[in-house]
């Protein structure tokens, strides 16, 4: 796949065969066999007799180079930012990334489509070509496994920031780390160990799927909402930019003061406050009274009994 001819089609308008011919250095003939290549990978680019090819819509294209201008310089010195056309999974590629993470050298990977993408308890995560947004790092973290409980949290407040800075209103979080803009879930963090390593360090695979331009989805089974329904323009790369700014901002704070800094933040984002809740076993209900200092989600019971859940062992959902 040719990301020539698509950087060239972007911008949705129409160019003659002549004239992609010769910015690509190839015959007219060439230019049409990388057409058909691109509407097999499903680009909808649309050719008229006389005013040549137009790629529906125009495109917005990841680019490495754009992300990294957008970055701060010293998150930009930080990350090694892998940009692919596609991939099983973004969180499988770090997971491939080898070794020597730690806080100076964060392995990012963006993908414009996954082949297999993963999403929480087993899930397939709906990924198609140039809609949405894949993103994975690397990290590496002391304090051993216990640290995850809140650290999962901290992600999701850090992904709301992002998107409260780029103009959305009022993004929740529902627990542990799913992103709800009204009622509907736009993007979700899937977090994978990498096993502890010497004494105390654990190393995570953070992946976060997005909505963006996605407008149709048949095959998802859950109330959904792209940043595209709720209105106005995405750059893809500028939620990147955003998205790892906050991360990394939060990540540090975090392995500095530990989870007490960001449960206000988490709390003010809750959207099962007060909320009938049933746990995914069904053995315990109760309503939703928010986080403790170590980020399980506490449920009232009958009795005004607090029942705190931990994240992994179970989910949540409204009760009825
Ligand atoms: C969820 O189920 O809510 C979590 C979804 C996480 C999806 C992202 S997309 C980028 C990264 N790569 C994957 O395979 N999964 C995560």
């Not at 990498?194 to 989805?217: F, K, P, Q």
């Amino acid at each position: 796949m040719s990301n020539t001819l698509l950087n060239l089609l972007a911008d949705g308008e129409f160019h003659s065969g002549e004239m992609l011919a010769e910015r690509l250095g190839i015959s007219r003939t060439a230019v049409w066999k990388q057409v058909g290549r691109a509407l097999d990978n499903g680009y909808p680019i649309e050719t008229v007799r006389g005013k040549g090819y137009r790629l529906t819509g125009g495109l917005d294209l990841l680019s490495a180079a754009r992300i990294r201008d957008l970055l701060p310089d010293a998150v930009q010195e930080r990350v090694q930012l892998l940009v692919l056309d596609e991939t099983d999974s973004t969180n499988a590629e770090i997971g491939r990334s080898g070794h020597g993470w730690s806080a100076d050298k964060v392995p990012v990977c963006v993908a414009d489509m996954q082949k297999e993408g993963r999403g929480r308890r087993g899930r397939r995560w709906h990924s198609p070509r140039g809609e949405n947004l894949y993103l994975s790092l690397g990290l590496s973290f002391e304090g051993g496994f216990s640290i995850l409980d809140g650290l999962s949290l901290v992600f999701g407040v850090a992904v709301a920031e992002a998107l409260q800075e780029l103009g959305v209103q009022d993004p929740g979080l529902k627990w542990p780390n799913d992103i709800f803009v009204e009622g509907a879930k736009l993007g979700g963090i899937l977090i994978e160990l990498r096993g502890e390593l010497e004494e105390g360090w654990v190393r995570v695979i953070a992946g976060i799927g997005m909505n963006v331009h996605m407008t149709d989805a048949a095959d998802v089974d859950q109330n959904w909402v792209s940043l595209a329904r709720l209105g106005g323009h995405w750059e893809r790369n500028q939620l990147v930019a955003a998205i790892l700014g906050h991360l990394l901002a939060s990540v540090d704070k975090f392995q500095a003061n530990g989870f007490a800094a960001f449960r206000d933040a988490w709390q003010q984002r809750d959207i099962f406050f007060g909320r009938p809740l049933v746990a995914t076993h069904g053995d315990v209900q109760g309503i939703g009274r928010g986080i403790d200092e170590s980020g399980h989600y506490l449920l009232e019971r009958p009795d005004g009994s607090l029942h705190p859940v931990r994240a992994g062992e179970v989910s949540l959902r409204v009760a009825g």
